[in-house]
């Protein structure tokens, strides 16, 4: 390529003498085909430079002057007549000229071919005069290698193109950008109000070998080899860049791309023809945000590429839906619909919200570039985030919510549908309750709720116990109750829609009386935590603090007994002692001994050290100790300890204690007193008998 320091020509001219005198011009700085000679101008540069290597033989001759002839081409070319004359300068003769006076298209494409010769003048000692010596011409193809044109309407190559003509190009290395221009009314028939030539599209290549003259003569037609579209605003379709690489093998090489003004709310997708090289790396998305004259949110895209042909810049992901409102089930007839819909990447094209029953269609809304009766706004100016809400009124139901979106990718737009089931529910739930008595310190509770809408939604509640299950049928278990009480419990069940079913019922336990098995009034499932220390701690008093419903296990002989509380106030603890059941009431202080064998020798003492509400401090001991005459089973020792002595029941009341106690004095005495009776009436016979046989 030619600028002011660069000719590619190559020729040799011979001088046409008949005497042995003979001067001749060799032209320098070539680089392309010798056989194929081409010199490059741009209508920026209009200038061909020409360097001649001039020499002459023969006494005494000089060379006065040599002229490139372009008068083959063009009679006026250069100074007028068709020569351009040379200067000598450093050994060599150089001139230069426009050629823009017989090249008058600057915008010629196609090349343009003539011949050129060179003419030496050389003094002699035979002629006083200068003489002319022809010589050899060749030809020279002058290529346009400005700013090639565009081939379409509405575009051209702007001033960020790289000019070719600059000086000192090493056209061996040639870093070439191509900066595309348009008119936007033009190319989207109105759709962006943009009249005058704006960026469009920039692509940048790095160190391309433009030194073949066929690469150059290819560069010329480069406006018919790309191929550049921006889709318009709320239009279907893809952006996409193209080059031709078949023209111009030289251009399939890597290269930055960079669209503006595409028309997308966030960064594109790139989809590539079938053998294009592909995307190198990442992409940059630099949102320029609502641009008036498009009406719509816009951005630039760069990215870069390993080679050519076509890239598409399109939208190929469908829209995100969302359903926000009313949910599956709403205890109103009249509510708020609101459907959220991501475009991901371009405005809504349509949407269509339809409800529906087991009918048929209720109510159908829609949104596009005419109608919004479905009300569907963007949260910002042509974003691609939209909310559709509207109020809806619909009768007690089942219905079907289906929200149909459309965007504007591609041909036709992506499309994307969800469904939703609704349930437009106002009734409670009706509850039905079923007690039942596990020991008389529990309930066991049956829920039975009756929904025939929206359905019960997660667990019941109550007022006390643990509820368990789902669904209709549920259940309370609540323990840990004083027997012979009563107790209320209030049930609420809620259905999916919101609506809250209440029962309340009162109920008591059974009486204290009424259980048996270990623990006295209270049944196995009553104990919630037991205690085994080893013999040696019983032996020695183990201490330990219990809760109501905890017991230590006390080991006599190969039997376990336990110590368990079953009552706690701020001031006493009911304590337990089992196997055979017995209940005592203890003070803070107070010890009490308890018999368990049945062998007049006290088995188990317990202590209570201190007391609060919720926990009793107390020491159990394994003992074996007489029981004074009289002494009731499970009575305290004759000694006052604490509060005093206290009579200790041996069975669910005191009652039965004191009876059976009773009953054992009782029958004691009975048969100490037919002892005496059988002594005294032997002692009288024997007596007796004496005295008969004395007389």
């Known amino acids: 390529m030619v600028n002011k320091s660069h000719i590619l020509v190559f020729a040799t001219f011979a001088a046409l003498l008949a005497s042995v005198f003979f001067a001749s011009a060799v032209l320098f700085n070539f680089g392309g085909n010798v056989a194929n000679p081409d010199t490059f101008y741009t209508p920026y540069e209009t200038w061909v430079n020409v360097s001649v290597n001039a020499t002459i033989t023969g006494p005494g001759e000089s060379i006065l002057s040599v002229k490139a002839n372009f008068s083959a081409i063009n009679t006026t070319a250069c100074d007028g007549d068709g020569y351009l004359n040379l200067s000598y300068v450093n050994g060599y003769w150089i001139g230069g000229c426009s050629v823009a006076s017989f090249f008058t298209n600057t915008s010629q494409v196609t090349p343009i071919t003539g011949g050129i010769s060179f003419v030496v003048e050389n003094s002699t000692t035979n002629y006083s005069s200068l003489q002319q010596y022809g010589s050899n011409s060749i030809t020279i193809v002058m290529h346009n290698l400005g700013v090639p044109t565009m081939g379409a309407s509405g575009v051209r190559f702007g001033s960020g193109t790289t000019n070719l003509s600059t000086t000192g190009i090493n056209f061996n290395f040639v870093d070439l950008s191509f900066d595309v221009e348009g008119n936007l009314s033009y190319l989207t028939n109105g759709a962006v109000n943009l009249p005058v030539y704006q960026d469009i599209f920039l692509a940048n290549f ?82 320029n945000g609502f641009v008036t004259a498009f009406n719509t949110t816009t951005g630039n895209l760069t990215f870069s590429v390993f080679g050519f042909s076509g890239y598409n810049i399109t939208d190929n992901v469908i829209p995100a839906v969302s359903i926000i409102t009313p949910g599956t089930a709403k205890n109103l007839t009249t509510f708020m619909l609101n459907v959220s819909i991501n475009g991901t990447g371009t405005e809504l094209s349509k949407v269509v919200i339809n409800i529906t029953n087991s009918s048929g269609q209720v109510n159908s809304t829609l949104y596009n570039s005419t109608t919004n009766t479905a009300n569907c706004n963007a949260t910002t100016a042509g974003g691609e985030f939209y909310y559709c809400t509207y109020n809806i009124t619909l009768v007690q139901g089942n219905y079907t919510i289906n929200a149909t979106a459309w965007d504007y990718g591609g041909s036709s737009g992506n499309v994307k549908s969800l469904s939703q089931a609704l349930s437009v529910d106002t009734t409670a739930p009706v509850i039905s309750l079923s007690f039942a008595h596990p020991s008389n310190t529990a309930f066991n509770i049956t829920i039975t709720a009756t929904e025939s809408g929206s359905g019960i939604s997660g667990s019941c509640t109550s007022s006390r116990g643990t509820v368990s299950g789902s669904g209709t049928t549920q259940y309370v278990y609540a323990s840990g109750l004083d027997c012979e009480t009563s107790y209320s419990f209030t049930i609420g069940c809620t259905d999916a829609a919101g609506n809250l079913g209440n029962r309340t019922e009162s109920h008591t336990t059974s009486t204290c009386d009424s259980d048996s098995g270990d623990g006295g009034a209270a049944t196995t499932s009553f104990w919630t ?79 209570l050290n201190s007391v609060n509400s919720t926990m009793a401090n107390v020491t159990v001991w394994s003992v074996y100790e007489k029981m004074p005459a009289g002494a009731t089973t499970g009575a305290t020792t004759g000694t006052t300890t604490g509060a005093g002595n206290e009579s ?18 009782y029958w004691f005495w009975i048969g100490l007193g037919v002892v005496v009776i059988i002594i005294v009436g032997t002692w009288y016979y024997l007596r007796r008998r004496k005295r008969i046989k004395g007389y």
């Open 206 to 287: 790095t160190n391309l070998d433009l030194s073949n003259p066929a690469t150059a003569s290819a560069l010329a037609q480069f406006g018919n080899a790309i191929s550049v579209a921006i889709n318009s605003p709320r239009a279907f379709g893809d952006s996409r860049i193209y080059i031709n690489t078949t023209l111009i093998a030289t251009l399939n090489k890597s290269a930055t791309l960079k669209f503006f003004n595409l028309p997308f709310a966030s960064a594109p997708n790139i989809s590539t023809d079938s053998g294009a090289a592909g995307v190198n790396g990442s992409i940059t998305w630099e949102s």
């Open 529 to 607: 935590n037991s205690y085994s220390p080893t013999t040696a701690q019983i032996q020695e008093g183990f201490s330990k603090g219990l809760k109501k419903g905890e017991r230590v296990r006390v080991k006599i002989g190969t039997e376990s007994h336990y110590v368990g509380i079953i009552k706690l106030t701020s001031t006493s603890a009911t304590i337990n002692v089992s196997s055979t059941p017995q209940q005592a009431v203890f003070s803070v202080g107070e010890t009490k001994s308890f018999e368990v064998t049945e062998d007049d020798y006290y088995d188990i003492k317990v202590k």
């Open 648 to 665: 200790v029941t041996t069975g669910a009341t005191e009652g039965t204690a004191f009876f059976s106690s009773t009953v054992k004095s």
